[in-house]
């Protein structure tokens, strides 16, 4: 009997660390991790949760977006979104069609939202000489 039992405390074991492991592996904050490190692009967000912040990595730079609910002719959306970055110094050699990039890429997810970009990157933005 006890060694039945220990057995089945071995399997329960095994498929614990499977899933722990599985768990891991997919989890999106470690590819956001691994991308910012590696400097490659990965959106990072709860679109159903409106109170979390979303997060992008891109070219070695971490932005960070905060939501604002708001209403539309016919719901309520995210109206408006403020990124910022969390180190300038990483923002060097990006240009303004990386920010244009980038924009695009958050209205894939929240389409009737205003994207508001925070110092430097706003200075950069309202400068019209494309």
């Given at each position: 009997m006890a060694l039945l039992l220990f057995r089945l405390l071995i399997i329960i074991l095994i498929i614990y660390i499977f899933y722990k492991g599985v768990r891991f592996l997919t989890d999106p904050k470690r590819?956001?991790?691994?991308?910012?490190?590696?400097?490659?692009?990965y959106f990072y967000d709860d679109v159903k949760?409106?109170?979390?912040?979303?997060?992008?990595?891109?070219?070695?730079?971490?932005?960070?977006?905060?939501k604002y609910l708001g209403t539309t002719?016919?719901?309520?959306?995210?109206?408006?979104?403020?990124v910022w970055?969390?180190?300038?110094?990483?923002?060097?050699?990006?240009?303004?069609e990386d920010f244009y990039?980038?924009?695009?890429e958050i209205l894939m997810s929240y389409p009737k939202a205003k994207i508001n970009w925070k110092n430097p990157i706003e200075q950069l933005m309202k400068n019209q000489n494309v």
């Open positions: 590819k956001l991790d691994e991308a910012y490190e590696k400097g490659q692009y949760n409106v109170r979390k912040n979303f997060f992008i990595s891109y070219k070695g730079a971490l932005f960070e977006g905060e002719e016919d719901a309520f959306e995210v109206v408006s979104i403020f970055v969390h180190d300038t110094m990483k923002l060097q050699g990006l240009t303004k990039f980038l924009e695009k």
